[in-house]
């Protein structure tokens, strides 16, 4: 009975992993990861070749990042991230990843910079939740992430991921799971994969600086 029991289990489970796969296929979710990840892909390499070319003809990055972390302090370029991060993503984090990179304990920067990026978002997933409150500004920004929030309610935490990993806008997804009202645990355990992305590009990114 209890072999039974098992056998039935694991074939339900099956069933169940089936007709998930089916449901994304159909939704496209495949083919939207798969352009996403290329995009990611792509981005990363033109960044790294456009640095690289700067550096060799033009610029010296290793100079200016010097410069920067001499003559700024860090409490300035965190505070200044975590402000980019919440508002849409100003800059690009490689950036800051770069300027890490020059301190003298790049790890543990970059883990303040994923910390930042991490709150970042939490933070524009609490504004998203409070715009119901200014219903002209809700429906607006609503309107202008729409694929990101129709995205969000198609595939929920696997967006949340996307949009952690691959070049989305982190907080603007955040800003549409705070719209909403996507459960606030899954969104922080999701979004949890934003400190891997820091730690994959720090590897590419610490080779070059």
Known sequence: MVQNSKVMDTSMALKKLQLLNRYYRITQFYSFLKKVAIKGGIALL???????????FFLDFDYLLNTLVASHSATVVISFFLL????????????????????ATPWFFLFVLATMSYLGGLIAYF????????PAVKNHIENRIAQHINNLRKWGGFFVFIGAMLPLPHSIVSLACGLIKYDIKHYLLWALFRYLRFV????IIFQIF
């Open 46 to 56: 033109v960044f790294a070749s456009v640095l690289l070319f700067l550096e060799y």
């Open 84 to 103: 980019s991060e919440t508002v849409l993503g100003l800059v690009p984090p490689e950036l800051f990843i770069a300027w890490a990179s020059k301190s």
């Open 127 to 134: 504004i998203g939740s409070q715009l119901f409150l200014i």
């Open 200 to 203: 994959i590009y720090a590897l």
